[in-house]
């Protein structure tokens, strides 16, 4: 399996460029934010958990987002690879990860980091929001809450996956044509 995570604050454009390269690689896309909207969409136990934490625009704890995707990796064994989108967000979501991966006899093979300043990011939500109907994307105090916490919790990971030499930053400003060359140019580096 060839796994990429996709990396990037809110509103980077991680689940539009998922979309392209989950047909270009043949791969399965995994949103983090999908499995918990579906969780929370069925009122799951583990979806009741996380919409206190989602509604605050903070992250789910490590282990209960953990739980939650390696749930639905089980579900796609037979894949070429997987696509990773918001998830691991966290070192120990990374090393949780890494271990169930082992587990499969697969490993993350890199992480691509769409990077974007954080004015445009908050401006992409706030637009998105409008018509997507997230709660968490129409109110700008807690859009910049999720980037201080991606800030404090996220950022680590790039030295995490950097001492793997799994890194790799791309300029997520421009058209989607644009960017999705720049990813697949990491990707078909590999």
Partial sequence: MTNIVLFGKPGAGKGTQAEF????????????????????KNDTELGKQA??????????PDELTTKM??????????????????????????EALDVFLTSLGSKVAA???????????????LERGKTSGRIDDQDEEKIRNRYQEYNEKTAPLMSYYQA??????VNGIGSIA?????????????
């Fill in 21 to 40: 390269l989950k047909e270009k690689y043949k791969l399965t896309h995994i949103s983090t934010g999908d499995v918990f909207r579906f969780n929370l």
């Fill in 51 to 60: 919409r206190v934490y989602m509604d605050a625009g903070d992250l789910v």
């Fill in 69 to 94: 995707l390696i749930d639905e990796v089980n579900k796609h064994l037979d894949t070429n690879g997987i696509l990773f989108d918001g998830y691991p967000r966290t070192i120990a979501q990374a």
């Fill in 111 to 125: 992480t691509v980091a769409l990077e974007a300043d954080d004015e445009v990011l908050v401006q992409r939500l």
């Fill in 164 to 169: 793997q030499g799994k890194f790799h930053a």
């Fill in 178 to 190: 644009e960017i999705t060359d720049r990813v697949s140019k990491v990707i078909d580096n590999l």
